[in-house]
């Protein structure tokens, strides 16, 4: 299974810039929700064969800046080294769509 690489603002900027397809899941650790949805994140990234990200929303500030976090959990789509789009969601249906808008495919 596709382990989450932990992120911090320190190396954020170099990790996603060397990326071809991830998915960055901005998260708190109180956040109940972000714990429930973490193993459906990595299934689906698993599934379409991307590399999987966590970030702490609340320690750390410049990577929450690249994203608009509303709510959590909030996932970022990174293609070729950039954030492209992001959605905040705990339905695997929602982050499948999501996926396939964006042009990910299995």
């Not at 911090?8 to 998260?27: C, E, G, H, N, P």
């Not at 990577?63 to 969601?89: F, H, M, W, Y």
Request: aromatic share 8%.
């Amino acid at each position: 299974m596709t382990d989450f690489v932990e992120l911090s603002d320190s190396d954020f900027s170099s990790r996603i810039a060397a990326s071809k397809l991830a998915l960055v899941d901005y998260y708190a650790s109180w956040c109940g929700a972000c714990r429930m949805a973490a193993p459906m994140f990595r299934r689906v990234a698993e599934e379409h064969k991307m590399e999987i990200f966590k970030i702490d929303a609340e320690k750390n500030p410049e990577a929450r800046e690249q994203v608009e976090i509303e709510n959590l959990p909030t996932l970022a789509l990174v293609k070729d080294g950039k954030i492209v789009a992001s959605l905040c969601t705990t339905r695997e249906e929602s982050l499948r769509n999501f996926l396939k808008e964006n042009g990910v495919q299995v």
